[in-house]
């Protein structure tokens, strides 16, 4: 995809018994990760890695599957097996992400949204750092988003890739989307409040995406942006 200027005893032995005990102590996690994917095989265990790997335990998976016809089933399955906190849901017909996100949201547990696209990945610490800020401020009227990592197809980091000012994203919003999805986190409150993403998939040409309908609708609704001066998730351009 193009470049977007505009986001002894195994580890599996010990880990995986140990999530599904966190996930029964847990129904209310901090995070509801969501993953729209449509024929993700080729990088989506590279991005279901990268959520396990994070420093914090306090989140969920939800996965749409957009009626894959590769393997891509598969593997979700796979990760079903793995960890409790991973959930999954298939829709009927193909209706794209924006859509397949809100299904996904409307059955999240967590407080606090992430989007994550099936070739994209987190660094370890994309989690725990976004807790730090949302527990460190009042109410949950803001969203947040972080700098980027574009890495190649095969993996290998190209260059980091800075996020202006939150003034800045907020006055260029409708020349230029400089927030990466896979980035940027927001509370269920302010998703709730605004609508959520549009019911249909909007025009990317006309309108800029899903993401950027959503980023307007949020400083619309008068919610601040903060931004996070350290690249915390690798964005693929393949």
Known sequence: RPLCFCGLVSRETLWYPLSRAMSALNDNPLFSIILPVYNGERYLRETLESVLRQTSSDWELIIIDDVS???????????????????????EKNINCGPSANRGIEIAKGGWITRIDADDNYKPDFLSTLSDVIRGRAGNDFFI???????????????DVPVPSAAKVKRM???ENYLYHTATCYSRALWEKVG????VQPDVIKVGGDDRVLWNKFFDSGAELVVIPKALMNYRVH
């Open 69 to 91: 016809t590769d393997s891509t089933p598969a593997i979700i399955s796979e990760y079903l097996a793995k960890d409790a906190r991973i959930r999954s849901i298939r829709n």
């Open 145 to 159: 988003s972080t700098w980027v990592s574009i890495m190649d197809s095969d993996g290998h980091r190209v260059v």
């Open 173 to 175: 919003l409708n020349v």
């Open 196 to 199: 959520g993403y549009p019911d």
